[in-house]
């Protein structure tokens, strides 16, 4: 009697984690919060991102995965108009290897790579001084934890949930990665 009590909380312990995990998908508040400065010193609110399809990705100019500013515009460009943003944020945590400032950082973007997706100003990606974007997209992916290098992506579906965290080394015309953005733009 007693082993069928315990086998039948275990069950149920079972089904109600299992529950609260479906539930915590579908209804998982989107990192999209509150508002951050673009490059050009203007405020956004991220909630405007909301319902599209956002690839998110610390940068840097000196690293050696810089090339893939070049990849992730020609994602924009191919994927823009169904519904694809790229936000670039600048970040400084990796090697100092993004050490000008906005404006330089501006300038070498668009002249280099004719980057037009949305940039950001400079932040920390990582640690306490991390925005709220960062520290949600680390503690809620899989996995979770710390961003480890520049060009570390997470793609946001259209329903605000994390839909996938892709480190440095997955370029932007990865097939992992463009299945993932391609599946997310036929959600609707």
Known sequence: MMWEQVMRGLVMAVVCVGMACAT??????????????KIDGSEVDLGGYNGKVVLVVNVASRCGYTRQYEGLQNLYAKYKDKGLVILGFPANDFGAQEPGSDEQIAEFCKSTYGVDFDMFSKIT???????????TLTAESDPAGDVKWNFEKFLIGRDGSIAGRFRSGVAPADDELVSAIEDELAKK
């Open 24 to 37: 915590s998908r579908s209804e998982a508040a989107s990192p999209l919060t509150g508002s951050m400065k």
């Open 125 to 135: 990606v990582k640690g306490a001084e991390a925005p709220a974007l960062y520290k």
